[in-house]
């Protein structure tokens, strides 16, 4: 069983865009995903430009790979690293916190994390 960042089974992240390293809408990774597709975002306009930027554009479809393209609002498994440059960069998307993988937290700490959560947890007293 994959574990979330919250140290709970691991949500899907979309299906509609179907995502995941795997396509299987979850953020799920092993050692043949070596780049980490573990980040469960939402989309923001500024974090797609960001990324068209560092040469990996994901708005322009790509029909003869099956790829209708990507919008903001959408939902989409990130790479790690990609995650933690943008948010070096100021353009850090929003995060589905029980859709990302545990593995995350080898890179960034779970109160980074929990700063972009769109899902954030309530902690009582």
């Given at each position: ?11 899907p ?7 995941g390293?795997?396509r ?30 560092r ?9 003869e ?6 919008k ?6 990130l ?15 929003q ?5 990302t ?25």
């Open positions: 069983m994959d574990i979330n960042v919250l140290g709970q089974e691991l949500k992240c979309s299906f509609d865009p179907l995502t390293f795997f299987d809408g979850c953020c799920r990774t092993d050692e043949t995903d070596i780049g980490e597709h573990i980040v469960c975002v939402v989309l923001s306009t500024k974090f797609l430009s960001f990324s068209q930027q040469g990996n554009d994901l708005s322009t479809p790509r029909p790979y099956g790829f209708a393209g990507l903001a609002g959408d939902q989409w498994c790479c790690a690293t990609r995650w933690l440059e943008a948010l070096q960069a100021g353009a850090a998307p995060i589905v916190l029980a859709a993988h545990e593995n995350i937290l080898d890179l960034i700490s779970l109160e980074t994390l929990v700063e972009y959560g769109i899902d954030r947890p309530t902690f009582s007293s």
